[in-house]
């Protein structure tokens, strides 16, 4: 079956970095759109950033340049690299993968990994 597995999550100082890893499993990885997702207790899911199969790249507005995606599809791998951190980054981060073109609405990617958990704070 298809699994994604997140890590690299943790604490880290407002100004820190992190780069999140999403192990894929069980489906052909290369022809996936990837996404990633944040969501905090009592909120929304919010999208992150995408990368497409063919490697086209998008990120939330809240982005700003701080982090970026990337993929190796030798490796079924996803990564997100996050420099700049803030307090209000602080999130479950969430890996996604869609068969389909890329898109922001997270209804619509079709396997989920079980989130890790990002802290940022002082």
Request: glycine residues 14%.
């Amino acid at each position: 079956q298809v699994q994604l597995v997140e890590s690299g999550g943790g604490f880290v100082q407002p100004g820190g970095s992190l780069r999140l890893s999403c192990a894929a499993s069980g489906l052909p990885f290369s022809k996936y759109t990837m996404g990633w997702f944040r969501q905090t207790p009592g909120k929304e899911r919010d999208f992150v950033s995408g990368i497409s199969w063919s490697g086209n790249i998008f990120y939330g507005d809240f982005v700003k340049g701080r982090f970026t995606i990337s993929r190796d599809n030798a490796k079924s791998t996803l990564f997100l690299q996050m420099n700049g951190l803030k307090p209000e980054d602080t999130a479950v981060y969430y890996c996604a993968a869609r068969d389909g073109v890329w898109t922001t609405h997270d209804s619509e990617y079709d396997f989920w990994g079980q989130g890790t958990q990002v802290t940022v704070s002082s």
